[in-house]
């Protein structure tokens, strides 16, 4: 079955380090997109990519990177200038991107849940 | 920028009861996405819908555009329904038209 795989699902980083967090596709999806989800709050755009080697900031990238070196992966990289890292992080995608508007339904891992040491 | 509200923000209800669930939004909107996220946190799309009403099984999504509302229905509930409901309007093309609702923590008892 296709599908979006998110690992590990549980992950701690310890001061000053930098973590990854892997999401796998096998949907040929050409869209994927990390969000960030804290406890109250709705989900928030971290980053997005429409096609290989292209990606595009979200609402609040600041502390993290991505790339998009694959269709089928889309890797976040959660740096030691993110200073408050622990939340619910959830990676989707959507199919064929046409004319810049992406009006699809996602598709959604089921998730990494980050914490600190 | 869209605000999305959405009520009740926890919902108790007893085993086959009738559930309805609100969002409503403040800009103009191409379409609106219902989600439903598990107790482990994996989310599933539910319904897309920009007018008028969709039904997949026991659940009825429907939309105003008029009113800037829309509103998921439960009919029938059941302990398996009990999620984290999410509202999701699109206000725009690309990546970040998308805002999400805080989500409605529904609970179905047996």
């Known amino acids: 079955d296709g599908g979006i795989t998110q690992s590990p699902k549980y992950l701690f980083r310890k001061e000053g380090q930098n973590v990854t967090l892997s999401c796998e596709q096998n949907?040929?999806?050409?869209?994927m997109y990390w969000y960030r989800q804290d406890p109250g709050q709705g989900l928030r755009l971290i980053y997005y990519?429409?096609?290989?080697?292209?990606?595009q900031k979200g609402d609040i990238a600041e502390g993290y990177s991505v790339s998009r070196e694959k269709k089928e992966s889309f890797p976040l990289t959660v740096t030691s200038a993110q200073k408050n890292p622990t939340a619910f992080y959830l990676c989707?995608?959507?199919?064929?991107?046409?004319?810049?508007?992406?009006?699809?339904?996602?598709?959604f891992g089921d998730g990494t849940r980050l914490s600190i040491l | 920028k869209n605000e999305v509200e959405q009520s009740p923000q926890n919902l108790t209800a007893q085993e086959g009861e009738f559930i309805t669930i609100n969002c409503s939004y403040s800009?103009?909107?191409?379409?609106l996405h219902w989600l439903q996220q598990h107790p482990g946190g994996g989310i599933v799309s539910l319904f897309m819908?920009?007018?008028?009403?969709k039904k997949h099984g026991r659940l009825i999504a429907t939309i105003n555009i008029q009113e800037k509302h829309s509103s998921l229905h439960i009919t029938a509930s059941h302990p398996r329904d009990s999620a984290v409901y999410i509202c999701?309007?699109?206000w725009g093309g690309g990546a970040d038209g998308l805002t999400f609702g805080k989500g409605t923590h529904l609970i179905i008892q047996p």
């Open positions: 990519s429409q096609i290989v080697n292209d990606f």
């Open positions: 999701a309007p699109r």
């Open positions: 819908l920009s007018s008028g009403k």
């Open positions: 800009v103009g909107i191409s379409a």
């Open positions: 989707a995608s959507t199919p064929k991107v046409t004319g810049g508007l992406s009006n699809q339904p996602q598709h």
């Open positions: 949907l040929n999806h050409d869209a």
